[in-house]
């Protein structure tokens, strides 16, 4: 964190300077093309209910990138060879089956603990390494250099070039294995490659947040969106514009205080969900409310 | 006492009586001329199918042509093999022996003219995503390309035409109210609906159900039974359900298949459902009331026979197989404490259906 940032009395000069530094714009722009991705896996990971397995492909991230420091090459290297291979391996060692991932809890159990042991593996190899540990674990955004933001863009538009062409067989076969099996959707090849696409997507935002922060962007504001709207279209919009308005409130508050960008994306996340289960509770409300008021003037 | 269990077992008194729409259904099928394609093409054709599961026959010697429009009950014990049968129409299974056709191919390469309803589906109370949606996904749900309706403007024909036939669908099954509704707020018995809806949207020749009418309430059970009943003749769409009760869908049904432990019959309910067929077919004294309403009931278990080898190529099978096996059944019938503890628990018949034991020995731990 720059040492010399933190707000003054004018909050657009303060912007203003901050738009100056060219590793704050990369990281804005990194935060952006992470953003939109993560929403927009993560919207599938929500209804699938996959989330304990993107936990685990995340966590993965975190003895890659350590792996690749201690080898002394780029840590995106780490977190993408990790976590798309830990996705493999869930994806190979899963039983074909009916009910996609939800009976794989136990195998995606061992995968995560087995890649938490490597990474403390790594961290004791290399004894100097302990202050890295910590951005692994909770993120970092400085240093982002153009160089990393052309390979999260080349990523992140492959993943969604493929998420928009299986998008719709993988929403059917999500929602309603059976039927879409019956229909000649082909269910267990579709979710093998989910597990693929999110486990790059998980090196990407991993290298935002943090491997443990992941959900920040990967669940938080796709559960968001999907609290307040069931219309499929609307909700993966509005988990896109939660994912990227915290991403943006979060590298600001970051640049401006002295707390990592993990805890602020979390936090605002956090918030936004909070929000969206009030206005859940106060729709339920004013429908019961109204549900009422017809009953007692008997039209129904 | 036997009559008590048996009764328990197969179930068949809980049912609504439609008599009068039943003659109306059946004057109405008489009349009626499958307009699908030049010439006549049975829906669905099995001659002398078995199945087999991980190397067990479950079934075998179906015989059963299902013509465009008729309204087929797959009837049968728990674990018989009746999902097993619907998954051979499909194509998901093959077929262990015999020759399966649906509407004139191999089973699995007319998936799109085909509605699949399969069993015990509720939604996650927390899967937030529209019945209309779901529904939707039965239209076009398949094709490659992004999940989103369309966003106006481009392909608005399309859109609007596809739709208005989800419209349709869900208007056809009375879903409308709760079409809006995110679908695992939705009660059983709406999603069932909605699945119906989901079935019946692409305008299929053929609907396959797979107890649809479990965890319905009894009017329920009634209703859906009769929307069914009117889809198959006003949409000209064969319907294959697969049915514990046969009760609710009788006044509908044209033909039924009876699976049994081994073997099968089919014919018209008139046919099938009686003393000496189902006797028959489940080697054991089988009783088929009718009472004053109209219903059926089946007394008498239908317990799963154990002998799993020397079986029979007809459409019944087990005919011979009473007189030289009469051990079992007289053994049964003679001995007391078998049936008490038959009695005694009351899902006797689930137990055997999971536990099978070898030929005869419940005879023998009488002796
Ligand atoms: N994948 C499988 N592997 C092994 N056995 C199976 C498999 N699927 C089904 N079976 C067995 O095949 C038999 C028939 O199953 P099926 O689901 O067709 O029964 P069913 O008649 O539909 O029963 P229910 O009334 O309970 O739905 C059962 O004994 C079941 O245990
Ligand atoms: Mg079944």
Redesign the interface.
């Known amino acids: 964190m720059p040492a010399d940032s933190g707000l003054s009395w004018n909050l657009l000069s303060d912007i203003d300077q901050m738009w100056k530094l060219d590793s704050m714009v990369n990281a804005y722009r990194a935060g952006t093309i992470v953003a939109v991705l993560a929403a927009v896996v993560g919207w599938f990971v929500v209804l699938r209910r996959q989330t304990f397995v993107a936990h685990t492909v995340s966590l993965a991230g975190f003895p890659g990138a350590a792996a690749a420091v201690f080898l002394g090459v780029s840590a995106s290297w780490g977190y993408f060879g990790f976590c798309i291979g830990a996705a493999a391996v869930i994806a190979a060692l899963a039983r074909s089956g009916k009910g996609g991932m939800a009976e794989e809890s136990a195998l995606t159990g061992i995968v995560q603990s087995f890649t938490l042991a490597c990474g403390m593996l790594f961290v004791a190899l290399y004894k100097g390494f302990l202050n890295g540990v910590n951005s692994l674990l909770f993120g970092s955004f400085l240093g982002v250099t153009p160089g990393d933001i052309a390979v999260l863009a080349v990523v992140a538009v492959v993943v969604l070039l493929a998420m928009a062409l299986i998008g719709r067989p993988l929403l059917f076969a999500s929602v309603d294995p059976a039927v879409a099996d019956a229909r000649g959707v082909p269910s267990r090849t579709l979710s093998l490659l989910f597990l693929v696409l999110l486990g790059a997507t998980a090196a990407e935002v991993s290298q935002i947040t943090g491997s443990l922060l992941v959900f920040a962007l990967l669940v938080m504001p796709a559960a968001t969106a999907q609290r307040i709207t069931a219309r499929p279209g609307r909700s993966l919009v509005l988990s896109v514009v939660f994912a990227l308005a915290v991403t943006w409130f979060g590298l600001g508050a970051a640049y401006f205080s002295p707390y990592p960008i993990g805890f602020w994306i979390t936090t605002f996340a956090f918030g936004c969900y909070l929000l969206a289960n009030l206005y859940g509770f106060a729709a339920r409300w004013r429908g019961a409310g109204r549900r009422q008021v017809a009953e007692a003037l008997g039209v129904s | 006492m036997e009559t008590m269990t048996a009764v328990d077992a197969v179930d068949a008194v809980n049912a609504v009586n439609t008599d009068s729409e039943a003659a109306a259904a059946l004057l109405d099928g008489a009349s009626r001329v499958c307009n699908a394609g030049n010439e006549p093409v049975a829906v669905v054709e099995l001659r002398g199918a078995s199945a087999s599961v991980a190397g067990r026959t479950l079934w075998g010697g179906v015989d059963l042509t299902v013509e465009c429009g008729e309204f087929v009950a797959v009837l049968g014990p728990n674990g018989v093999g009746k999902s097993t049968l619907v998954k051979v129409l499909?194509g998901?299974l093959p077929a262990a022996t015999g020759e399966v056709r649906v509407l004139g191919h191999r089973p699995?390469t007319a998936?799109?003219q085909?509605g699949?309803?399969?069993q015990r589906?509720s939604?996650?109370a927390?899967?937030?995503?529209?019945g209309i949606?779901?529904v939707r996904?039965?239209l076009?749900?398949?094709?490659?390309?992004?999940?989103?309706?369309g966003?106006g403007r481009f392909g608005g024909a399309k859109r609007r035409e596809a739709e208005a036939r989800v419209r349709e669908a869900i208007e056809l099954v009375g879903a409308s109210a709760y079409a809006h509704?995110?679908i695992g707020e939705c009660s059983g018995g709406e999603q069932q609906r909605l699945l119906i809806a989901?079935?019946l949207v692409r305008k299929p020749r053929l609907l396959v159900l797979d107890e649809p009418l479990d965890s319905l309430d009894l009017p329920n059970q009634a209703s859906v039974a009769a929307l069914i009943g009117r889809i198959s003749r006003s949409e000209d769409v064969a319907v294959v359900m697969v049915a514990h009760d046969v009760n609710p869908i009788l006044p509908y049904l044209d033909r039924v298949v009876y699976l049994a432990d081994g073997g099968a019959a089919s014919g018209t309910p008139e046919e099938v459902i009686t003393t000496e067929t189902l006797s028959k077919l489940f080697r054991t004294p089988v009783e088929v009331l009718r009472a004053s309403d109209g219903r059926l009931v089946v007394v008498g278990g239908p317990e799963a026979p154990v002998m799993h080898s020397d079986r029979h190529a007809g459409a019944l099978v087990g005919g011979d197989r009473r007189a030289t096996d009469g051990r079992v059944t007289d053994g049964r019938a003679a001995d007391g404490r078998a049936m008490d503890r038959r009695v005694a628990d009351g899902r006797a018949m689930d137990r055997r259906a999971t536990d099978r034991r070898p030929a005869g020995s419940e005879a023998d731990d009488a002796r």
């Open positions: 499909l998901v699995g998936g799109a085909i699949y309803l399969p589906r939604f996650d927390s899967l937030r995503i529209r949606d779901v996904l039965g076009d749900g398949d094709r490659w390309g992004i999940p989103l309706p966003t509704r995110a989901q079935a």
